[in-house]
Nanobody, 127 residues
Framework: QVQVAESGGGSEQAGGSMRLSCAAS????????MAWFRQAPGKEREGVAS????????WYHGSVRGRFTISQDNAKNTVYLQMNGLKAEDTAMYYC????????????????????WGQGTQVTVSS
């Protein structure tokens, strides 16, 4: 079974940068999809970014486009989320998610399309 684990969260000032990492294991297919989601207290979990293992074009939520960058190291089965220009509204628990096929990466990232989830890493941005 696919397993993922996030790391890299912490506290930063608005305008700062952070880099999150997600290590995955257990993929059986070469083509798969990994994504980042976030959830603030009292709010719904929302997709942030996604990238298929063999893709070069990622998907981003409009609120982070131009500020966040998702990338991957396929040799390490690791995906990253570089977050620049952080805003207070970026404060949330960030989750890494994965599914062992590429199709969810062809659409807007939706939580119900992913079946492997990390425990989350907290990102807190102070204004």
């Amino acid at each position: 079974q696919v397993q993922v684990a996030e790391s890299g969260g912490g506290s930063e000032q608005a305008g700062g940068s952070m880099r999150l990492s997600c290590a995955a294991s257990g993929f059986r297919n070469s083509d798969h999809c990994m994504a980042w989601f976030r959830q603030a207290p009292g709010k719904e979990r929302e997709g942030v970014a996604s990238l298929a293992s063999r893709a070069i074009t990622p998907w981003y939520h409009g609120s982070v486009r131009g500020r966040f960058t998702i990338s991957q190291d396929n040799a390490k089965n690791t995906v990253y989320l570089q977050m620049n220009g952080l805003k207070a509204e970026d404060t949330a628990m960030y989750y890494c998610a994965a599914v062992d096929n590429w199709e969810p990466c062809a659409i807007v990232a939706r939580a119900d399309q992913f079946d492997a989830w990390g425990q989350g890493t907290q990102v807190t941005v102070s204004s």
